[in-house]
């Protein structure tokens, strides 16, 4: 119980940092957006400016006294809300225009600086050399007769040699993003005394529960133990259910012809007759097949040269046989190695080339197909890949059986890394990774 207590509290207090650094990200984005905004706004309110004094700034001469003074009454009267207006500067940082605050008029601030120490004209005037752009700074606010946060935006009028911009004041800005600050705190603060609260009322059904579970837990143990032996011995059954009727209907059924084809012979040579021999020979034939059989299902159950000789071996005589049977061209490229490899990795990748041959036999309609094993990094890696028509992985790692899913799983299982790579009409490759000892 106590693990599980202290599991659920860290939890809980990760959920509530992630909810709370959620909230910080989401603040600052919502912060960057409506500062965007502002700074569009900014330009449009330029935008305009611009084209109130356009005929007279593009029209008159650079010298002509009479068409500033006409500019400078234009953008003294153009204001916006209750502290929007629009300020002038020439180069040299001496003020030009200013509607909210007169004094300034005729004032040189190139080296003005605010409360923070940042120097407001030479700084303005220089993203406005540039091109035009945004500065924020600590300003005046007329409305509240104190300092507060702005945003700015400024540009050149290159014929006088003007600088000519406009200021929002963000204080409000700044205000909701501390509300919305606070609003995020106490959310959090609630989200955790109610999850802490729910804690305690599970924790208390928890204990409740455990109780209960604990007086069947024997019973329930020996019912999963007795379902689990009922399992075993039905997979066994089947198991032996299989291999019976694969005797009967292929050892059994060859042998009955090769006891049928002795018996004929024998009678044929009672009688003189000289086709006994043909009888011989074909039953001689069905024996082979026989042979073949049987050598096929001891295979099948355990192969016994990977005990003998190791899984190259194994995977040369599976090969041969496949090319042997089938008539598919194999490229193989199977280095021997010093060493052999754990009985189990042996075991698995043997049943993985065999399953894999097997589908390309039955499914793929591949003519070619690549084999290949390496050792890279104290890693054993087999490859095995053919030219057929390919699959849809998706569907395959669904299907029921053994199949692709049983490889994967069998590979996991021992710490290896199993991965597929298939498209309709494109062939399918197939790679098993299993990292090995360095002793070994």
Do not use: C
């Not at 990760?14 to 409506?34: C, P, S, W, Y």
């Not at 059904?205 to 837990?217: D, K, L, Q």
């Not at 295979?299 to 194994?314: E, K, W």
């Not at 790679?431 to 090995?436: D, E, N, S, V």
């Amino acid at each position: 119980m106590l693990p599980l207590l202290v599991v659920t509290s860290l939890i809980t207090l990760m959920t509530v940092n992630q909810a709370r650094q959620l909230g910080k990200e989401e603040i600052l984005t919502f912060e960057r957006n409506l500062l965007e905004a502002k700074r569009t706004e900014l330009k449009h309110y330029v935008s305009l400016a611009l084209t109130s004094i356009e005929p007279v700034y593009r029209n008159a001469d650079p010298n002509d006294p009479a068409a500033r003074e006409l500019v400078k009454a234009i953008l003294n009267s153009l204001t916006y809300g209750e502290d929007g207006y629009f300020f002038v500067y020439d180069l040299e940082g001496t003020n030009l225009v200013h509607p909210k605050q007169p004094e300034l008029v005729g004032q040189a601030l190139y080296d003005l600086q605010d409360i923070n120490g940042n120097y407001v004209i030479r700084n303005l005037l220089e993203v406005a050399i540039n091109g035009g752009g945004h500065y924020r700074y600590m300003w005046n606010k007329p409305s509240l007769g104190k300092v507060v946060d702005k945003l700015s935006y400024a540009v050149i009028l290159p014929d006088w040699d003007w600088m000519l911009g406009t200021g929002i004041y963000i204080d409000d800005v700044v205000n909701e993003i501390n509300n919305i600050k606070a609003q995020v705190n106490r959310n959090v603060r609630n989200t955790f005394l109610t999850v802490m609260a729910i804690i305690t009322v599970a924790t208390a059904f928890i204990v409740m529960v455990g109780v209960v579970i604990n007086v069947h837990e024997h019973r329930l143990a020996d019912g999963k133990l007795k379902e689990l032996s009922q399992q075993t011995v039905l997979f066994q059954e089947d198991e032996k259910r299989r291999i019976s009727r694969e005797l009967h209907d292929g050892i059994n059924q060859l042998m009955v012809s090769v006891k049928y084809r002795i018996e004929l012979s024998i009678e044929k040579m009672r009688l003189s007759d000289h086709s006994a021999k043909q009888d011989l020979h074909k039953g001689a034939q069905v024996l082979n097949e026989a042979i073949h059989e049987v050598r096929r299902i001891s295979r099948d159950l355990r192969p016994s040269i990977l005990d003998d000789l190791g899984l190259m071996a194994a995977l040369d005589s599976l090969l041969g046989e496949f090319v042997e049977r089938t008539g598919i061209h194999l490229e193989q490229h199977t280095p021997p190695y010093r060493h052999r490899l754990p009985d189990q990795i042996e075991t698995t990748l043997y049943r993985i080339v065999q399953e894999a041959l097997t589908n390309i036999e039955r499914h793929s309609e591949a003519s070619h197909v690549r084999l290949n094993t390496s050792w890279s990094n104290h890693s054993f890696q087999l490859t095995i890949q053919d030219n057929g028509k390919g699959f849809l992985i998706k569907e395959a790692l669904y299907q029921r059986g053994i199949g692709l899913r049983n490889m994967r799983e069998r590979v996991e299982f021992l710490g290896g890394d199993f991965t597929i790579h298939s498209e309709p009409e494109h062939g399918t490759k197939l790679k098993a990774l299993f990292p090995i000892p360095v002793h070994v």
